[in-house]
């Protein structure tokens, strides 16, 4: 299990009028912490903070956070999700949240409970050939080289990765990446995948990891 410290949360807190704040416990336990007072704020974060949880503090919020985790679910369907509520609240059965915490409970239990969230390497890494992507640490490597990418340049080469050896089509891989239906002008996949072959290709003026399928889209075969 790596350290607190490589651990991020992304907590959605009120004031907590008698209760400390969970955010500030949690950061004096080494975690990093980024902190948002409301759902929209915290959804406006999630894409830059790319957390290994989000918690969800409802009872310092004065609601029952459903809403906030539905959204939350529907802008990543990946990332765990604990619902904090007060005490004697009950919930439907299919509320979008991974762990549903009554208060009060101590900030040791908490963090027994975030220990299952923590990242692990495997976990986070995919190996083609050459390649190795971390989506967490958005780190690539291939040939001995290694380069960070951005959060859109990892989501392209992990979707080409998964595909390996089949072409994957500019519009789906469009619509993917940029979260849009609208395909009139893909130009900047284009240039993302230019980008790309900066990194891991020996010479991207001749290509031999990711190829263009003319008309259709691009494919990697390694």
Request: proline share 5%.
């Amino acid at each position: 299990m790596r350290p607190n410290d490589e651990v991020v949360i992304l907590i959605i807190e009120g004031g907590r009028g008698d209760y400390s704040s969970f955010g500030e416990e949690l950061s004096q336990k080494g975690y990093q912490v980024t902190q948002a007072s409301s759902g929209t704020a915290g959804l406006e974060l999630l894409n830059g903070v790319r957390p290994h949880a989000v918690i969800v503090d409802a009872a310092s919020l004065r609601t029952s956070g459903i809403r906030i985790c539905q959204s939350f679910r529907m802008a990543d369907d990946s990332v765990p999700i604990i619902l904090i509520i007060e005490k004697g609240r009950s919930l439907p059965k299919n509320v979008d949240a991974n762990l549903v915490l009554n208060l009060p409970f101590t900030i040791q239990k908490l963090i027994n409970r975030l220990h299952a969230y923590h990242p692990t390497e495997d976990k986070y890494v995919l190996q083609v050939g050459p390649i190795e992507l971390n989506t967490h640490t958005q780190l690539v490597t291939c040939h001995d080289r290694q380069a960070k990418l951005t959060p859109r340049l990892v989501k392209i080469l992990q979707m080409l990765m998964e595909n390996n050896g089949k072409v994957v089509g500019r519009d789906p891989l469009f619509k993917e990446i940029w979260d849009t239906n609208y395909t009139g002008d893909t130009r900047t996949l284009d240039v993302h995948i230019s980008w790309l072959r900066q990194v891991i290709e020996e010479d991207p003026r001749n290509p031999k990891l990711i190829r263009t399928e003319r008309g259709v889209g691009y494919i990697l075969e390694v």
